[in-house]
Each structure stands twice: as C-alpha cells, then as structure tokens.
C-alpha cells in the first residue's frame, strides 16, 4: 500500500509562489508521480507528472510557471508554482502510480492519491 500526504498550500496574492510537496509512505513502486487540481465546479485536471527517468509533462495552463520535482530517492515530490494567477485557485492532489508515464495520464490512471491541498489565489 502507499499512502500519500501533501503540504504546502495556502493563500497567495496574484504574482505571488508557493511549493507544494507530497511525501510518499510505503514500498511500492511508483514510476509515476504527479499533481493534479480541482477549482470550484470544474473537473479535476492534470497539472505536471514527473516519471521515475526524470521525464517532466505540463498542462499548457501552467507550462514555464510550475516545475515539478521529485527528492528524497523518489518519494518525495515538490511543485514549484511562480507567477500565480487566480485561475490557479483550486484544491492540489498528489498521485502516483506504477505505470510509466512520458505525458500528462488522466487521473483514472492513478493508484494511489492524497487527501489535497487547498492553493487560493487572490487579486
């Protein structure tokens, strides 16, 4: 089993930054890590995936102001958000999975979540 856990979130005025992480408890192997969100009345989206090679995958919404990293041997794994936009106001999920991914992978391709992390942006 895995179990996964964020932080980081909070509130942040537009232009401001935040880095979210997620830690990652249990043996399994999971060559895909990643974010996703969930903005009021919207669906979930996928955000940035980091695969075990290094391999880093960006929504076009956030491409050149997020970066997503992994640490600690895999298992822990960091969003670096710059330059936020209120657009960016949503609830920020970590997932990971066995499965390799070199793109961006819906969320029903996904073992294993976090419980979220709230991210407010405001004007």
């Known amino acids: 089993q895995v179990h996964l856990t964020e932080s980081g979130g909070g509130s942040v005025q537009v232009g401001g930054s935040l880095r979210l992480s997620c830690v990652k408890d249990g043996n399994r192997n999971t060559a895909c890590m990643g974010w996703f969100r969930r903005a009021p009345g919207k669906e979930r989206e996928a955000v940035a995936h980091i695969n075990s090679d290094g391999t880093e995958t960006y929504s076009d919404s956030v491409k050149d102001r997020f970066t997503v990293s992994r640490g600690g041997a895999g298992d822990t794994l960091y969003l670096s958000m710059t330059n936020l936009k209120v657009e960016d106001t949503a609830v920020y999920f970590c997932?990971?999975?066995?499965?390799?991914?070199?793109?961006?992978?819906?969320?029903?391709?996904?073992?294993?979540w976090g419980q979220g992390t709230q991210v407010t942006v405001s004007s």
């Open positions: 997932a990971a999975d066995p499965l390799k991914c070199g793109w961006l992978l819906p969320g029903d391709k996904f073992d294993y």
